[in-house]
């Protein structure tokens, strides 16, 4: 036991002496460096404030400065960077110092319209002044500084103590103003979203009550986007419509960018849930709603455009299309998903249009609602004489092509055709259209057809027409074309004189390479199902070459006269075909019916031989009539046995008469006299 007492008693000696030795060694070290030491426990001079944020000797962004007195009236600002400027962006102003105004209160602020500056007034702040500080300056020296920053609060706006932000009128230098809501929500009505390129209307001064003029918003908030080089024009859902007085010229498109992409954002939800909150839009414009004239690359979306409610002038065009005079064309201009219900007609010369192109190229219309006296008019030649009231249109033909109007619904009260093309190539047209006046007896001044075609190439029509008493007008060329679709007249159509699926007109109009696949719902027998009323007149059509016809239930299917143009014009029909139902399978089919003077007539003999199936057999020609030229040929007995007779080689008044049996087995018909008629 003594001996482990005396050993623990060694061991704390040792240790006492190691101590002593190292305060020895180190006791300079600390006495000569003592002030490097001393300097990381910093200690605050008695009395100085302490700031929970943005310490009061850092310059950083927006509020880092610091004003402190100088000698006499002079007072030192430090340099930073501030958020400066209209929008607010990151400004670098310089350091100095500044002299007061003596026995004053002194206000300092950064000045937005000298890049930032400090500057000194011994006026109140204002709106747009960044705050510094309130300086009062005796007669010969400063004697309080204040701070007076709002720390990150933009002026004129305070804090309050929930942390929600309340301002009076925006600050020329913030770019921003807030309504408070009851719910704490906030809407900012003029703070641009540069991200996204979103040009809300409302930003704009749009109010959509229905009373105030909207035009100059809608307008401000297209030119915006297109300096911003494009973006979204947004027009929000409102208590009423947007109220516009004036057409948005839309024809200046060049931008920063060259022609920039504008979408045009409706929030209407299509058709049939339209409510007045939908954002709809009320055209009071006399004209005009939206001229695209001579522009491109600009998408309609979602957007409700009437003229019928609310509006004392009501506009006659929703959108107008056409090529300017520096040969401009509205381009790559599409519509989706929109309405525009413009007012409505019976009588008189004055008419609305829903869309009006002329001389417009690659135009695409998707799944769209146009009511108006004519829901579509595409032309290159401007044959309503359309102008714009904002810039000089082009004249005379105009290229019109690459366009698609496709899942369309056209409503019109029958002033007007449903749809209207006139010298296109390239386009297509597929919907549905209604005409609202089904009146007995109809009356003569409406449109008989749905459809207009005058002079048209490359054409694809798909469409169900309803409430007109026919389906289609065509006039002059028609050539590598399709038309198909559903033919549902009004229930007092039968009351007419004379009703047609399709009507030919023009002695000098080409029919070529044309398949009609027209089905029609029609509950009686019409006169002739493909027609031309110029019977017996120096009209009816020049050519008909390659031209398919889909009878349907119709016994009297096509009566179009041939050759009835100037004799020096070659003239002719080639490859006609043409079916009917199961209970219609030998249709009435006549290209050669009545011009001037008496026809040439006569009979030849059908023999009794066998005819294969599926095949035509040529019988020996008949001498119809000598030095004639252009002559035409009608056969009175067109189905013999089943068996399908008709002209062929046309030559001088000669023809070779032609026998077809179309079915799968073989026939052997008795011999018969088959009359004919030659014309010219």
């Known amino acids: 036991m003594v001996r482990i007492m005396n050993y623990e008693f060694k061991i704390m000696n040792w240790m006492k002496f190691a101590w002593v030795v190292l305060a020895i060694v180190v006791a300079p070290f600390i006495t000569h460096n003592s002030k ?90 204002t709106a747009g002044e960044i705050p510094i500080a309130k300086v009062v300056a005796g007669a010969s020296s400063i004697t309080s500084v204040t701070d007076a920053r709002t720390w990150f609060t933009p002026q004129p706006c305070s804090t309050g103590g929930s942390g929600a932000v309340d301002c009076s009128a925006a600050g020329t230098n913030q770019d921003i103003a807030f309504t408070p809501t009851g719910t704490g929500a906030t809407v900012v009505t003029n703070l641009v979203d540069k991200g996204g390129q979103v040009f809300n209307v409302k930003a704009y001064g749009a109010k959509g009550d229905g009373t105030t003029d909207d035009s100059p918003a809608f307008q401000a ?25 004036t057409g948005i010229n839309m ?49 309609f979306l979602d957007l409700w455009v009437t003229s019928q409610t609310g509006v004392t002038n009501p506009s006659l065009i929703g959108i107008l299309a056409a090529r300017n005079s520096s040969n401009d064309g509205a381009d ?93 190539s390239d386009m297509t047209l597929t919907g549905h259209s209604w005409n609202f006046n089904q009146t007995s007896p109809y009356p003569s001044t409406l449109k008989q057809y749905a459809i207009n075609l005058t002079s048209n190439l490359n054409l694809f029509v798909k469409w169900r027409q309803e409430g007109f008493p026919s389906f289609l007008y065509n006039k002059l060329a028609l050539i590598n074309s399709r038309i198909q679709g559903d033919d549902a007249p009004f229930p007092n159509a039968s009351s007419l004189s004379t009703v047609h699926g399709v009507e030919f007109d023009d002695a000098s109009s080409v029919i070529s390479h044309v398949n009609f696949a027209i089905r029609d719902d029609y509950p009686f027998t019409t006169t002739n199902f493909y027609f031309d009323s110029s019977v017996g007149s120096l009209t009816g059509v020049a050519i008909l070459d390659d031209v398919n016809f889909s009878c349907g239930h119709q016994s009297n299917c096509v009566q179009v006269p041939v050759g009835n143009y100037d004799p020096g014009f070659a003239t002719y029909w080639h490859a006609l075909r043409w079916s009917g139902e199961s209970n219609n399978q030998y249709p009435v089919i006549e290209t050669g019916v009545g011009t001037t003077g008496n026809p040439v007539t006569g009979t030849f003999s059908l023999p009794a031989n066998s005819y294969a199936a599926n095949a035509c057999t040529a019988l020996p020609t008949v001498a119809a009539a000598t030095s004639v030229n252009s002559s035409f040929v009608k056969i009175y007995s067109s189905a013999w046995y089943n068996l399908l007779i008709v002209p062929d080689a046309v030559a001088d008044g000669n023809f070779t008469p032609k026998v077809c049996n179309m079915t799968t087995s073989p026939i052997t018909p008795a011999s018969g006299t088959i009359r004919w008629s030659v014309e010219q």
């Open 251 to 299: 024809t200046t498109p060049t931008g920063p960018t060259g022609r920039p992409h504008v979408l045009i954002q409706g929030t209407a939800p299509g058709y049939g849930g339209l409510t007045a909150s939908s954002g709809q839009i009320c055209g009071n414009t006399g004209n005009v709603v939206f001229d695209v004239s001579g522009s491109a690359n600009i998408t």
């Open 332 to 424: 790559n201009i599409k519509i989706i998903d929109s309405v525009f219900a413009m007012v409505l007609h019976t009588s008189g010369t004055t008419y609305s249009y829903g869309a009006y192109l002329y001389g417009a190229e690659m135009n695409y219309y998707t799944r769209d609602t146009f009511t108006a006296d004519y829901p579509l008019v595409v032309t290159a030649n401007n044959v309503m004489s359309v102008s714009s009231p904002f810039i000089t249109i082009g004249t005379g033909l105009q290229s019109e092509t690459q366009g698609a109007f496709t899942d369309m619904e056209f409503d019109t009260s029958g002033l007007g055709y449903a749809a209207y093309f006139e010298g296109t």
């Open 221 to 245: 908030a297209y030119n915006a986007a297109v300096t911003a080089g494009g973006g979204t024009v947004l027009i929000p859902p409102s208590s009423a419509c947007y109220l516009l007085n």
């Open 36 to 125: 490097v030491l001393l300097a990381q426990q910093p200690q605050a001079a008695a009395g100085t404030p302490l700031y929970s944020v943005n310490a009061k000797y850092v310059n950083g962004v927006a509020p880092g400065y610091w004003p402190t007195a100088g000698s006499g009236l002079n007072l030192n600002v430090s340099g930073g960077t501030a958020f400066c400027g209209n929008p607010p962006a990151p400004v670098s102003y310089p350091g100095g110092s500044l002299m007061l105004t003596a026995s004053a209160t002194n206000y300092i602020y950064l000045d937005p319209a000298n890049n930032c500056a400090p500057a000194a007034s011994t006026s109140a702040f």
